[in-house]
């Protein structure tokens, strides 16, 4: 089985310090086989920020740690014009991972990350045709029985926002990523951007993309809310079967507060009867 931290929008410099650390506390005591952060290290991409972050990694890694991640739209410069078109990821390349696309292994899993920050975009995602086959080419080359994941900082397809009929904006090129997914047999797709905790069925949301599971992580660490408090997401994968725990900031810890079991036939993901609220696993 296969353990995965998935962190996002972490924006340091628009971060709260008391979050941090009770992130490495509870990740610690978690000891997750990887740790995925999907995007947005930083709030403004300045050099400072980008240390802050760095900082946080290395003390990750410390601990023994793996960690992938994959750039958010805050990590491209927004007011430094030159250096947006000219080097929009100089920095993070220099202080998170001189890789955009990174991709690890695990037992029962393969975990890829594709970067969906654009310069001409303010906020917005896209994906390319270079993206597309390197995403195919990947997942061809692992393990039948792995678990194939895809990490990105955009979500791929427009999603609820709150309680409301409002969707958020799909990414550029949606038919690229529909037609990659779809093809590479992608089984769980891990995002953030939206500061919202959710789980979705792929087939719920678009036609004719797969049968992956979508879940969107919060933001773990920022003071930037949008209805609902910080928070990041424990997935548990194994063959046919994936468990998903939520784990939010209660003021003092982050406390498990909600969790979902789905089972994988023929493909497709269904939410297991009887979820709980799971217990925090023990150090």
């Not at 340091?12 to 992130?23: I, N, S, T």
């Not at 303010?122 to 997942?139: A, L, M, P, S, Y």
């Not at 069925?201 to 209805?227: F, K, M, Y």
Request: hydrophobic share 40%; aromatic share 6%; with cysteine.
């Amino acid at each position: 089985m296969a353990r995965i931290a998935h962190l996002s929008d972490l924006h340091f410099g628009a971060h709260d310090d008391r979050l941090v650390e009770a992130v490495e506390v509870r990740v610690g005591a978690l000891k997750p086989d990887l740790i995925v952060i999907s995007g947005d290290f930083t709030q403004r991409a300045r050099t400072d920020q980008f240390r802050l972050a760095c900082e946080f990694l290395e003390r990750l890694k410390a601990k023994g740690h793996e960690v992938l991640g994959v750039p958010g739209n805050h990590d491209v410069p927004l007011y430094d014009v030159l250096r947006r078109f000219l080097s929009p990821l100089t920095r993070y390349r220099r202080f998170i991972d001189e890789s955009l696309c990174p991709f690890h292994e695990l037992p029962g899993a393969a975990v890829l990350g594709i970067n969906t920050a654009r310069s001409l975009t303010f906020k917005d995602g896209r994906i390319n045709q270079q993206q597309v086959d390197f995403i195919r080419e990947t997942f061809a080359r692992t393990r039948p029985n792995a678990a194939r994941i895809l990490v990105t900082h955009h979500p791929l397809f427009a999603l609820p926002v709150g309680d409301g009929p409002e969707l958020g904006k799909a990414i550029g090129r949606q038919q690229l990523a529909l037609d990659a997914i779809a093809d590479a047999g992608v089984d769980l797709l891990l995002a953030g951007h939206n500061h919202r905790a959710s789980s979705h069925h792929l087939h719920e949301l678009v036609t004719g993309a797969g049968e992956a599971l979508v879940i969107q992580a919060g933001t773990a660490t920022s003071t930037r809310l949008r209805e609902e408090e910080q928070s990041f997401n424990l997935i548990e994968v194994k063959p046919g079967e994936a468990v998903l725990t939520v784990f939010t900031w209660d003021g003092d810890e982050f406390v498990p507060r909600d969790a979902g079991t789905f089972v994988q036939k023929e493909k497709r993901w269904e939410s297991a009867t009887g979820d709980h609220l799971a217990e925090a696993p023990e150090a």
